[in-house]
Each structure stands twice: as structure tokens, then as C-alpha cells.
């Protein structure tokens, strides 16, 4: 049959045949490689270090000095003020992540917020709230040398309780 006399119901099945005919085709040309085993890293993830939420409270250990960072030109609303500086903080609660950690700790906090009876001079056994991560490696591996470094989002500070 000549191709200006078929029907366009004939020319769609011709089609559609030939389409038919070339996926196969086409699809085992994206395999896998056989000389991998189906699902299988490369390399093994399990000593790669990785971050896990470090959530602990307790009381300064010495007075520290923080600088405003944020909320200086509003003087008259302190709910938008952020402070920064170094906390050394004796810990006397902790998440699981963070147990394993000395005390006291000394941490660097950009995101630190003050309740109200806090001044920008804190001083020893004001009650601190820390928030971040931590760095966690399986204990099945031999290098633990990145585990335990301390990221601190957020540090909050309230007065000691009377």
C-alpha cells in the first residue's frame, strides 16, 4: 500500500507498531554495569562524620562578656535583641548526643538571647540553654578524631533560680 493512500487510522497502528518494535530496544541500552553488584555503595558511608542535634542545659561556670550583635538600634524592645561571645557552661543536662561531652564546656555562640533580669555581663551560675550540633562517627570505626565538635545555633541565658 502507498503511503498516500492510507487512512490515518492505518498510518497511527503503523506507527505505534514501529515504536513498539524500537523501546525494548532502547531501554536495554541503559543497564546497569554487570561487574557492580545491584545496590552497593562504592565506598562505605558509615565512618563519614555526621551532625546530630546537641541539646544541653546547665549554669555559667565563670562570668562571661557578650556584644550585641542585633536589635541595637531598637533600645526601647529587647524581644529583637542577639548577642555573641564565649560560654563556658557546666552542663547538668544533656540529650543522649551530648552526654558524652566534658564539662565544663566552652563554646562559641553567634545567636545568644538574654530573658529578662540578664544583663550583657553575665555572671557565674546563670542558667544557659544550649542548642546545635554535634559530630557523630559509628563507634565501629578506628578514626574518631572529628567526633564531638560543638555547633552552637542558639544559647539562651535566664537568671538564676532563687
Do not use: F
Not at 71 to 85: I, L, M, N, Q, S
Not at 102 to 124: C, E, F, K, S
Amino acid at each position: 500500500m502507498c503511503p498516500r493512500h492510507m487512512t490515518p487510522k492505518t498510518a497511527l497502528t503503523a506507527v505505534v507498531t514501529i515504536g513498539a518494535l524500537a523501546l525494548p530496544a532502547i531501554a536495554g541500552a541503559h543497564g546497569k554495569p554487570t561487574d557492580e553488584p545491584a545496590g552497593q555503595p562504592k565506598t562505605s558511608h558509615r565512618c563519614a562524620a555526621h551532625k546530630v542535634a546537641y541539646v544541653a542545659s546547665g549554669v555559667l561556670a565563670a562570668p562571661a562578656t557578650l556584644t550585641q550583635a542585633m536589635g541595637a538600634d531598637t533600645p526601647a524592645d529587647t524581644a529583637d535583641d542577639r548577642y555573641t561571645g564565649t560560654l563556658s557552661v557546666t552542663v547538668t543536662r544533656a540529650n543522649p548526643h551530648a552526654k558524652d561531652v566534658a564539662t565544663p564546656v566552652t563554646v562559641q555562640a553567634n545567636d545568644i538571647r538574654l530573658h529578662d533580669g540578664v544583663t550583657a555581663t553575665p555572671a557565674a551560675g546563670t542558667r544557659v540553654r544550649l542548642i546545635g550540633k554535634i559530630t557523630k562517627v559509628s563507634k565501629q570505626c578506628s578514626d574518631q578524631s572529628v567526633a564531638g565538635a560543638v555547633t552552637i545555633r542558639k544559647a539562651t541565658l535566664q537568671p538564676p533560680k532563687s
